[in-house]
T-cell receptor, first 114, second 115 residues
C-alpha cells in the first residue's frame, strides 16, 4: 500500500530556533497533504492543508507565520516551526491521500522545545 | 460540517472478550468514515473505511465496523481481543467539497487489554 514517510521522528530544539519536518509520499504523487497536531492524550487537530505549487491553507487559529508549509514537489511537503517555544512542543503528523478517500499517515514527529 | 463523537475515552477488555468501540457521526452529506489505530509515539494506521459501498466493513487484524445511517453510527468491533490490540483508536469523518480529504477526528478511545 501507499506509504508516507515523515522525518525526523523525534527532535529536541532550543527555544527561539526553527525546526523543519519533512513529509514524503514514497510511492505515489500527492498534490495535497495535510498537517495535524496532537497534544498528549488528545486527538489530532488539523493545522493546514498543503497544496503542491500553491500556498497552504491554514485552519482557523493556526499562525501561518509560525508554521511555514512548503509543498515544492508532488512527493514532499515540509512544515517549519519558526522561533519555536515550549508551547509548540507537540506531536506533529502529516497525511497524504491516494485518491480522494484514503489518508495515509506519516510516523509522526515528536517536537520538544527546551 | 462533519464531526464525530466517540463514547468512552477508556475501554478495558479481557483477552479473548469482545471489543466494542462506539462512534457516532454528524454530517450534512453522505459521510466517508474511518477507524484508525495509534500505538504510542507512532502515526496512525488505517483499520478500515466506509465509502458508501457495503455497510458492514471488514478491516485488518480482525476488526469490522457497521455503518448505520438510521443511528448515525459506525461502531468498531472485534470478536476476541488480543494483547496487541492495546492502543488508542480514533474514528474520523472525511470532509466534503472544499474540505475533501480533511479528516475530523473523534477524541479517541484508549483500549486496555487485561490477561
Amino acid at each position: 500500500g501507499a506509504v508516507v514517510s515523515q522525518h525526523p521522528s523525534r527532535v529536541i530544539c532550543k527555544s527561539g530556533t526553527s525546526v523543519k519536518i519533512e513529509c514524503r509520499s514514497l510511492d505515489f504523487q500527492a498534490t495535497t497533504m495535510f498537517w495535524y497536531r496532537q497534544f498528549p492524550k488528545q486527538s489530532l487537530m488539523l493545522m493546514a492543508t498543503s497544496n503542491e505549487g500553491s500556498k497552504a491553507t491554514y485552519e482557523q487559529g493556526v499562525e501561518k507565520d509560525k508554521f511555514l508549509i512548503n509543498h515544492a514537489s508532488l512527493t514532499l511537503s515540509t512544515l517549519t516551526v519558526t522561533s519555536a517555544h515550549p508551547e509548540d512542543s507537540s506531536f506533529y503528523i502529516c497525511s497524504a491521500g491516494q485518491g480522494a478517500v484514503l489518508a495515509f499517515f506519516g510516523q509522526g514527529t515528536r517536537l520538544t522545545v527546551v | 460540517a462533519q464531526s464525530v463523537t466517540q463514547l468512552g475515552s477508556h475501554v478495558s477488555v479481557s483477552e479473548g472478550a469482545l471489543v466494542l468501540l462506539r462512534c457516532n457521526y454528524s454530517s450534512s452529506v453522505p459521510p466517508y468514515l474511518f477507524w484508525y489505530v495509534q500505538y504510542p509515539n507512532q502515526g496512525l494506521q488505517l483499520l478500515l473505511k466506509y465509502t458508501s459501498a457495503a455497510t458492514l466493513v471488514k478491516g485488518i487484524n480482525g476488526f469490522e465496523a457497521e455503518f448505520k445511517k438510521s443511528e448515525t453510527s459506525f461502531h468498531l468491533t472485534k470478536p476476541s481481543a488480543h494483547m496487541s490490540d492495546a492502543a488508542e483508536y480514533f474514528c474520523a469523518v472525511s470532509g466534503s467539497g472544499d474540505s475533501w480529504g480533511k479528516l475530523q477526528f473523534g477524541a479517541g478511545t484508549q483500549v486496555v487489554v487485561t490477561p
